[in-house]
C-alpha cells in the first residue's frame, strides 16, 4: 500500500570501514576529521550530498553516532547528515533525548554549518554544543540553501544552553565541498 | 550493535481507522479537520505529542501522507507530526521532493504552527504551501517551544514561493492541545 509506507533508516555498510566504536576520541580535531571523512567518503561512494556528522560524549569523547547525508540514495529530504547523527543517538540510546538529566554532555561534530531544519533540530536533540567545518558561505558557493537561519536564531538557542563554534578545519570542510562540485554531485534543493 | 541502530518508522496501528486513502478532499476546512482528528487521537490513544498533519495534492485533493508526533514511542526528537507527514509523503513518491517540475503543488496542514525544525524542513520537502490551526503563542501555553522562528523566516521561505496560512479552525487546534494538557500529557523538551 503506497499510501503506508515504512520508512527504515540505516548507515550504508562502507560506513562500518570508516568506524572505530571502541577508541573514545579526546581531541576535537580529530572528532571532526571523523565527521569530514565520512562527508567525503559519502562523495566518493556518490551515493548522497557532501555531508557528515558525528555525536561524541564530551568528556568521555566516547563515539555515540555517526551520520551521512542520505536525502537522495533514500528519497527523503529530512536526512541530512545531522538529522541522522540525531535519529541513531536516540535509537541507541533509547531515548528521545540525548539531554536527559544525568546524561553526559553530547557534543555534534559536522562537517557544514547547520540548516535551518538541523539547526532547530539541535534543540529537540538535547546536544550541549555543536561544531561545524565549512561554514555557510562555503556551502552557498556550492548553491547549497541553508534556508531561514539568522544571528538572532543562535542568540536564541544560546540562550537555552547551547554552544555553537564553527569554521573548524574549515580549509577540509570546504574541499569536500569542492570534491562534490567537481565530481558533478546533483545540487538537490538548490 | 547498539551503536549501528536500525530506525524505523510506520504509521501506528490506529491511524488507519481514521484515514480514507481513496476519496479526495476538496475543502480546505475538511482537510484540516483530518490533521485535528489525528492530533486529537495521538493524545487519545496516549501515544505522543498533541500534533497532527496531512499532506494533500492542492488541486484534485488526494491525500499524499499524514504524520502524527512519534518522539516519545519512537525514542526520537525529530519525529514531529509534519517530518513524518513529509517521510511519508517522499516515500511513498519514491521522490526526495514532492516539488519536483511538472509535480502537482502539495499543501501541509498541520494542527499547530511548525516549530524551526520542522519550518525549515518544509523548504526541502518542496511543499508549495503550508496551513496550521493553533498558532505558536497556543503551543507556548503548553509550555512547548517552537524554537528559533522569526517574521523573517517566514519572508525568507515566501521569497522562496512557499506560501503559509495560520489560525485555521484555530479554536480546534487549541482544544487538542488543552486535552493534552488536561490528561497530563509529557511536556518533553518544555
Chains 1, 2 share one sequence.
Do not use: K
Not at 541507541?92 to 538529566?101: D, N, R, V
Not at 540548516?115 to 561554514?135: F, I
Request: aromatic residues 8%; negative net charge; contains cysteine.
Amino acid at each position: 500500500m503506497t499510501s503506508a509506507p515504512l520508512v527504515q533508516i540505516a548507515y550504508p555498510d562502507w560506513v562500518h570501514e570508516h568506524i572505530d566504536w571502541q577508541t573514545p576520541v579526546a581531541g576535537e580535531l580529530d572528532r571532526m576529521r571523523l565527521a569530514l571523512a565520512l562527508a567525503r567518503q559519502n562523495v566518493l561512494h556518490g551515493r548522497g550530498g557532501p555531508f557528515g556528522a558525528a555525536i561524541f560524549e564530551a568528556a568521555s569523547g566516547r563515539l555515540v553516532s555517526v551520520g551521512v547525508n542520505l536525502v537522495v540514495p533514500l528519497h527523503n529530504s529530512v536526512l541530512h547528515a545531522e538529522i541522522v547523527a540525531f535519529m541513531m543517538a536516540e535509537a541507541a540510546l533509547g531515548s528521545f533525548t540525548l539531554g536527559a538529566e544525568g546524561a553526559p554532555a553530547h557534543v555534534l561534530y559536522t562537517s557544514c554549518e547547520p540548516c535551518a531544519m538541523c539547526l532547530g533540530a539541535t534543540l529537540w536533540a538535547g546536544v550541549a554544543r555543536v561544531v561545524w567545518s565549512a561554514t555557510r558561505e562555503d556551502a552557498r558557493l556550492l548553491e547549497f540553501d541553508e534556508g531561514p537561519v539568522f544571528p538572532q536564531s543562535y542568540r536564541y538557542l544560546q540562550e537555552r544552553g547551547l554552544e555553537f563554534e564553527g569554521g573548524v578545519l574549515r580549509a577540509e570542510g570546504r574541499a569536500v565541498l569542492q570534491l562534490y562540485r567537481d565530481r558533478g554531485g546533483i545540487i538537490y534543493n538548490g
